[in-house]
């Protein structure tokens, strides 16, 4: 077992003897490893000291305070990665030479299985850091929406599906030797298709296309009357009067639903909603609400940013030569989600609210 410092291991037995002798509480009092609190009790109940066992074979290149001052150093967001903590390391006179990242690798893994607290190496796009305002937001909403009823919501957002690999089947998993890696043709400049829709526990409405998809033609244009490169408030007027709304209604019905709920993002764009709603509900008779107070940032409590996933990658797998045909692909693959599969997303909601109070607003795993 690998060696922490002695004070710490001291700090093990005092807190045992406090808690009454209770392995289980000591290591839930302290934040470490049932196993750690047991093995340096026991040390301590057969010798009456906290001495590491002596070891055979090759010492370790790192000794036991360079490899907690490196478990120190690595998680510090500065640092890097494991060859600055090994300069760092020289530099500071815990090591005789530079040594090998992978040598300190080994030795914050071990240190990290000590205090029970695994590390792990984290690649790709880092998350959005949420504010501290921008968490009480997630909280607020969470407390107040944990218990409502989400089989009468409808879950909107837009999505651009990107033509990145004309003619090649990338598929979700692909298997491969060690030292190989995953590659496909990727064009610099993809043509995509930019779409809104909805999802609600019952199926999904079909996709609207708007600006930002290729080939296609709009009319839409800025109140400076240039034509517009992006979601106009007429542009999302006509995509919820002529799909959401009217695709919802439809949905809710069919399921003797007569009043539900719709969610959408804080795009610009989205301001005019409550108005386009209100004058739907007094033309056509219908109640539907607007679900207010939605937290910016907050991707992980909509179960469609997964659904979209799921579609993207179906779509990657046919391997799609032509731009029309990705296209059509696009809406095909969306056309497949049966109202069991999005029944099983809205159903996320809850556990998705619940983990962000636990997390007190931070993001969740989803």
């Given amino acids: 077992m690998p060696t922490i410092p002695e004070e710490q291991r ?5 807190t045992w003897k406090r808690m009454g002798q209770v ?26 000291a906290v001495q590491p066992a002596p070891r055979s074979g090759r010492p370790r290149a790192l000794s036991a305070a360079a490899a907690v001052r490196a478990h120190e150093l690595i998680l510090q967001e500065a640092m890097g990665g494991a060859a600055m903590v090994a300069k760092q390391l020289s530099e500071e006179g815990l090591t005789s030479a530079t040594r090998d990242k992978k040598t300190i690798i080994r030795a914050v893994r071990r240190v990290g299985d000590e ?10 796009t880092p998350r959005k850091q949420l504010t501290p305002t921008n968490m009480e937001l997630r909280v607020a909403f969470c407390k107040s929406n944990l218990n409502r009823d989400w089989s009468s919501v409808m879950i909107t957002d837009r999505k651009k599906f990107l033509f990145k690999y004309p003619g090649t089947v990338v598929r979700p998993i692909q298997w491969l030797e060690k030292g190989q890696r995953r590659r496909a043709p990727q064009v610099n400049h993809p043509q995509g298709v930019n779409v809104y829709a909805g999802l609600t526990c019952y ?12 080939k296609l033609v709009t009319n839409y244009t800025t109140k400076a009357g240039c034509k517009s490169k992006g979601i106009t408030q007429q542009e999302y007027k006509d995509v919820l009067t002529n799909t959401l709304l009217k695709e919802g209604q439809t949905i809710f019905r069919s399921h003797k639903v007569m009043a539900w709920d719709l969610q959408q993002d804080n795009d610009k764009a989205h301001n005019m909603a409550s108005q386009v709603i209100s004058s739907v509900n007094r033309q056509a008779s219908t109640s539907i609400s607007l679900i207010q107070d939605w937290p910016p940032n ?9 659904l979209w996933e799921l579609v993207k990658g179906r779509v990657d797998a046919r391997g799609c030569k032509t731009f029309s045909e990705f296209r059509a692909a696009v809406h095909e693959e969306w056309g497949k989600v049966t109202p069991g599969l999005a029944a099983r997303y809205v159903s996320s909601i809850p556990g998705r609210l619940g983990e962000c109070l636990q997390n007190e607003g931070a993001m969740t795993k989803h």
């Fill in 10 to 14: 001291w700090n093990i037995v005092n």
């Fill in 23 to 48: 392995l289980s509480a000591t290591a839930r009092e302290l934040g470490l490893a049932l196993k750690v609190v047991r093995h340096w009790v026991a040390a301590y109940e057969s010798s009456g």
């Fill in 115 to 124: 205090l029970g607290r695994p590390l792990m190496a984290c690649r790709g």
């Fill in 203 to 214: 199926g999904v409405t079909s996709m609207h296309e708007v600006t930002g998809t290729s």
């Fill in 298 to 306: 907050s991707p992980d409590l909509s179960p469609i940013e997964n």
